[in-house]
């Protein structure tokens, strides 16, 4: 009706206005109110005023999804533009850090670092391991060696039931290690912690070695799981990385700053904390050397699907935010 026509050409006013201000805003709407329509809407306002001061700069306007579904919906209705790019926030973060080799290796070997001293504090305290601690260091060794030597029976093993397990465990296990083996689950976890240390011990001597498939830290929006003894980072690490790079590094945020002077975020109560911490340390930065930046959310805090979302937090990680409501259902 011509309210809600009113109060929507409204709220769209306040959101260009805070664009052209550079005034990072937070665009909350409820379920069927024109989030995304909002923000496509914000795009074509961008474009038809900036597109020429965007082109001559070599900027662009960063539109950053959730999911590669949400990414390509958003291109189909906004069509085709030389100064949009619209994708997920792995796929920008990556685009913004891959180049930065140095650094990254730099990072990766901290967290190898990290990773081995978990390792070792949780063999040394968590109660499961007990029993493997009330064994001597060679007998220790002796246990890690005879399961390196069985490791392609472990592994074919591993998926059975703990019967069809035990009974394919070489003799030695069951003569020498009755205790360990006693509980399988137990037993599981104990070798696949061994086994994960030495891979990430002799990854970090691989690097310290310069060898030649460990110069370089690699990132595929294909796995969802880190091999880190491989450098292949998975999308939680990827975030990570970004975070640790932005964070100590002026120059990354200056990048980021010049290459991207809007930037816009779709359903931004389920980006991960750590985005939300990069979008703040970067409009800060912005701030404080007095270059335009202009960072939008939308979205609904409460509608969130996945625990690993900003939420209702948002106002926390990124504080200073203008807020634009738009409370009805277009449906």
Known sequence: NDIDLMNEKKSLNKLFECSDSFTSVVFNSGAGSGKTYALIQCLKYIISIHHDDLKNHNQKIGC????NVAAEHIKHQLGVSDVVEISTIHERIWSIICSQKSALL???????NSEVELLNSQLLSNSEYEKYRALDASAQERFFQLMLENKKKYNMAYNLNAAGFKAAMPKEVHQQYTELISNVSKFKGLVDKLFKRKRYIECLQKIENGEKDYKEVYYDAMYNRDRLDKMRISHDTLLEYGYKLIEKYPRMRQLVIDHYPYILIDEYQDTADIVVKIMNIVDQHAKKIKHDIFIAYFGDSVQ???????????NQLHPTLSNVFEMYNRR
Do not use: P, Q
């Open 64 to 67: 950053i999804t959730y999911t």
């Open 106 to 112: 730099g990072l990766h070997i901290e967290k190898l």
């Open 304 to 314: 969130n699907i996945y625990d690993t979302g900003v939420g209702t937090k948002l």
